[in-house]
Structure formats: C-alpha cells, structure tokens
C-alpha cells in the first residue's frame, strides 16, 4: 500500500512538473512572438524624430516615413525601411492614410536606406560604396547592350545573353551628365508594375528605391526628389523632438 501511495505521488509529481514546464514555455513562445512583431512591420503617423546612424551618415527621420518598428528606436542601425507618397514625398498622416492602405503601388514609393562596405568598427574604410554604373555592369554581367530607344528620354537595353532578371532595363542621363538605370517590371507580368533603382548617397550609405513604373515619366523628379528628401533627414536635427 506504501508503494502504491509513494508510486501516485511521484506520477502527480512528474504532471504537475510537466504543467509548469509546458505552461513556462508558451509563456515564452508568447514573449517572442510580441518581441518579434514589434520589431517587424509597422506603421504611425507619429512626426517625432528617430535618429539614425547608418554607415557614415546621421539622419534624422520623421517616423511617419518609416515602416519597421525596431528603428522608430533609433540607434545605429544597418538599413531602414521608409515610405511616402509621391509626388511630394508625403509621409504617413491620418488624412492619407487611405491612400498608403490602397492595394498595389499608386502614388507610394519605397525607399530602403542601407550602409554598405562599413567596417565593423564602425569607422569609415577607403572603400567606397558601389557607384550606379558598377552595380549596372555587374546586374548586366559587362555585356554591350543593345540600345533601342524607350519612353520619357530612356534607352532600352537588350542584350544577347540572358540575364538573371526579366525585368526591362532602361538607361538614360540625368541633367549634370551623370548615368541612370532603373529596372522596371514588364507590362502584362504582375498585376501593380513597379521600377527600382539605386544610388550611391555616400561613401557608405546607399538607397534602394521602388516606384510606380505609372510614374517612369518623372523618373527625373523622382530621382531629385529622393535625394532631397535623404538631405533633409540629415538636416533635421534643429528642427523637432526626436526619441
């Protein structure tokens, strides 16, 4: 009888230590999964400043333009996800919010800011960032392209080998003499048709954009509008509350 006593006690025992552990690790299943959700996709129509610093710059972002939670923080960070509406480069506010929610590419635009060649003491190396024309030449593997004119004052690149993109490439000048790509989804393959660029902001810091490729008739004001919105992040430093 002390055997069978002694035999049910350790069995509600090993239940009950089982229920806590069972119990314990939900309760962590569920802590990460709120950590890994506030660090991901987000948005606000908060205007206070986050202030980042990404490869050898600072910028001072409105945190209505930025779409990933973890960077609303601030910090030294790699890269940020940022938004806005074009043609005015609005950020995210109640009055056009409806307009950010509408499915497919519309007036929005996507930039992602991101540092590139940074040494890992953070200090800033020789080597610079990609120019546009070298990642053009490795994306098109330094093939000589075939040149046919295209829309807006671009250039359509048809090559003779395949590329690891189906995108349309086209090619065109800026208004100081400099080179301009942008790839851009061809007509018929995906219901919203976007176009994505890059530029090289400074010697460590590069921006990735995307944009309507409805809108490839202001690729220059796009282009220009980039970089004076990346300018006035920089400048914003005097100019409100950040956390």
Known sequence: LAGRKASWKS??????????????????????????????????????????????????????????????????????NLHALLPGFEPLTEVNRHEFEKPGWRRKISLHLREHAMPANGRSSGRPSMTRREV????????????????????????????????????????????YWVTCSPEGKVPFPSCRTYIEYSKHVVVNYTFPKALLSDWLRIEDGVLNLLQKFENNLNQGEYK
């Open 11 to 80: 069995i509600v025992i090993f239940v009950f230590g089982t229920g806590v552990l069972v119990v314990g690790f939900l309760l962590w299943i569920a802590n990460e999964t709120k950590q890994r959700l506030d660090i991901g996709y987000g948005i606000t129509t908060s205007a206070n400043f986050a202030r980042l610093e990404i490869g050898d710059k600072v910028f001072f972002i409105p945190k209505n333009h930025i779409w990933s939670r973890e960077d609303w923080k601030g910090g030294r960070v790699t890269g940020v």
């Open 136 to 179: 053009y030449e490795r994306t098109t593997h330094n093939q000589t392209a075939h040149d046919i004119n295209g829309p807006f004052g671009l250039r359509l690149q048809k090559f003779a080998n395949k590329l690891s993109t189906e995108d349309d490439i086209f090619v065109g000048t800026k208004r100081d003499g400099s080179f």
